[in-house]
């Protein structure tokens, strides 16, 4: 492959905190002011605040840092007495809630690496997974957890690795992206950054799962980090997100733009007090501005932010902060703070190229896959798969999948530009664009849309709109 530049693009905009970055050998950013790894990072906080309320789950247990440390480490020593060793991966199979963290940072206390497993996968997919990852201990649901003499490992360091999480297999079998405490760390420390997160303040509400790195990596980990209280949902049912918001005094809400439209078209949702919300954070699908401006609407005491990234980024690679999130709706916002972007072979025409990334946060490559390890991750930059656009400003528009996009008559349509104009029309809840074969052109651009609940839609219309 082509070599990018030596170092990455930058905008004239830089809406971020840049101290305490630097450049190391590796030609890589990284942060000087991170921990030694998860568990000095953890345990900073519990010596800080013990009593401190840590996890809630809803509807279950309450646990402090005090307890959740401990918890863990009995948990680290019942893996050591099931036969778990330094390095050892450990698969974890279970739902959102006080045991997925306890089971988590157990883990890591018996110097292990964390495998979680979406509960989503069928049975044939989970098999792939705990044996692909060579698990020597799963955690089941409906088992207790292993308990036995309190053990915490020592001697962890920056590069050692603490997870691999499997991607969302769209092409064979999911693939392990290896995750170092350094690539846990950066994302955590990004977080903070581009949100601006105060310490012993964030009340935070995880409604996504915890097996994606959304869940774990920039909700339950930044908030550990500034001792805050994550409260977890075991699942999503969007009256109990909105009584929940409102009986645990929540401040940070984070879903997928789909889930806010949903909760704030509830026809009792003014009902609630959502004033107490500070951040209101979204991504995975495009937003359009009208309903950015209903969410600063109806979330008035809240700063907003559209974040992008992969498993292979550990969650943030940009991010649209509140001041650009209605403006630059089509956008995901900038790099954030150590994040690298380039673009690969972009096209003369459109400006259009593969998406790179460089960062502390890009994982090590692929567990048991070194051809797509080298095929995925060139020169220490990561080949996303995306196709974006950059601009002078630093703004990155990501405006398709390289396998997506619709070759019509030798013209390149990108599905995620229609996607964003036909997600702005008042009737829509969801589109997808894909191609559709046509003898003479070779492909057309199709789109399966979902109205909005109550809503009709005239094809016609749409198109002409």
């Known amino acids: 492959m082509e070599q990018v530049s030596k170092e990455g693009r930058r905008g004239r905009i830089e809406p971020f905190p840049a101290t305490e970055i630097g450049r190391s050998a590796d030609g890589i950013l990284h942060y000087r002011n991170i921990h030694s790894s998860v568990l000095a990072m953890l345990e900073e906080t519990v010596t800080a605040v013990p009593e401190q309320e840590a996890v809630v789950e809803v509807g279950g247990n309450r646990l402090t840092y005090r307890q959740l440390w401990d918890g863990a480490a009995r948990v680290a020593g019942g893996l ?152 977890i949902m075991p699942a999503f049912e969007v009256q109990q997100l909105l009584r929940t918001t409102v009986e645990e005094r929540i401040n940070l809400l984070t879903s997928v733009p789909a889930i806010f439209w949903l909760a704030m078209n509830q026809e009792n949702f003014h009902d609630f007090d959502v004033s107490q919300v500070r951040w209101v954070t979204y991504g995975g699908a495009p937003t359009p501005p009208e309903q950015v401006a209903r969410m600063m609407e109806e979330f008035p005491n809240a700063r907003l932010g559209n974040g992008f990234g992969l498993t292979e980024t550990s969650s943030v690679a940009t991010f649209l902060p509140h001041e650009y999130a209605q403006e630059r709706a089509e956008t995901v916002g900038f790099a954030a703070p150590p994040v690298e972007l380039d673009l690969f072979e972009p096209d ?54 390289i396998k997506d996009m619709v070759n019509r008559g030798g013209e390149n349509v990108y599905c995620v530009e229609v996607e964003n104009a036909l997600a702005g029309h008042p009737s829509v809840f969801e589109v997808a664009v894909v191609g559709v074969p046509d003898p003479m052109m070779g492909e057309k651009v199709g789109a399966v849309v979902v109205p909005r609940p109550g809503a009709t839609i005239d094809s016609t219309e749409l198109v002409q709109s």
């Not at 259009?352 to 490559?365: D, K, Y």
Request: hydrophobic residues 40%; charged residues 20%; glycine residues 12%.
């Open 80 to 231: 050591a007495s099931e036969g778990v060793h330094k390095g050892d991966r450990v698969a974890i199979r279970l739902g959102n809630g006080s045991d997925w963290c306890l089971a988590f940072f157990g883990t890591l206390m018996a110097g292990a690496v964390v495998v979680p497993v979406n509960t989503r996968l069928a049975d044939t997919e989970v098999d792939y997974v705990v044996s692909d990852s060579g698990a020597s201990y799963v955690f089941q649901e409906g088992q207790p957890l292993p308990e036995g003499s309190p053990t915490v490992a020592e001697g962890l360091g920056l590069s050692d690795l603490a997870a691999i999480f499997y991607t969302s297999g769209t092409t064979g079998f999911p693939k392990g992206a290896m995750m170092t405490h350094e690539n846990f760390l950066s994302n955590v420390e990004t977080c903070r950054r581009i949100m601006d997160l105060p310490h012993g303040e964030i009340r935070n509400l995880v409604s996504v799962p915890l097996f994606h790195v959304t869940g774990c990596n920039s909700q339950l980990l930044p908030t550990c980090r500034l001792a805050g209280t994550t409260v």
């Open 348 to 401: 003369p025409t459109t400006g259009a190229g593969e998406l790179l990334i460089r960062a502390p946060n890009v994982v090590n490559g692929y567990w048991n896959k070194p051809d797509a390890t080298a095929e995925t991750f060139v020169d220490g930059w990561l080949h996303t798969g995306d196709v974006a656009r950059l601009d002078d400003d630093g703004f990155c528009q990501i405006v398709d999948r």
